[in-house]
């Protein structure tokens, strides 16, 4: 875990097979969104190659800042990479269960469980996640050498 704190660029890194095997996985999943009279339809496979992408960034950038020899803020990065999974796992579990129908029942719960809802979550964790990581970057940039 220290390892991952002091060199985020392998946790991101790492994300990049995932993201893809997802895409070749579900190629004819879509993701249908409503905003207000608006209708985007998006295929799973681009989101999922788009995250790549994206993560393959956020790499790179914390790889820089670990090439030029300043270490990131290790506080920042924990919750950079906490906030990640966390937006992680149901984006992931969403993906999977979406085509089915957009409601999942449980046994658990009384009512069910919007999976746009979760997506909305995931999508939201994920902002807080990228703030982190905009944060952390400038800091770091910015900071004296010890």
Request: proline fraction near 3%.
């Amino acid at each position: 875990m220290k390892t991952i704190i002091k060199k985020p660029h392998i946790f991101f890194f790492s994300l990049i097979p995932l993201f893809i095997l997802i895409g070749l996985i579900k190629k004819e999943g879509i993701i249908d969104l409503t905003i207000n009279d608006t209708f985007f339809a998006v295929k799973i496979n681009y989101w999922c190659y788009f995250s790549a992408v994206f993560v393959s960034l956020i790499g790179l950038n914390y790889y820089m800042l670990f090439w030029v020899k300043k270490p990131t803020i290790q506080i920042l990065s924990l919750f950079h990479i906490i906030f990640q999974v966390a937006a992680l796992i149901p984006f992931i579990f969403c993906l999977f269960f979406l085509n089915t129908k957009t409601v999942f029942t449980s046994n658990f719960i009384s009512d069910s469980i919007d999976l746009y809802q979760i997506l909305t979550i995931s999508f939201t964790l994920f902002l807080i996640s990228f703030l982190l990581h905009i944060l952390n970057f400038i800091l770091t940039f910015f900071r004296k050498p010890a």
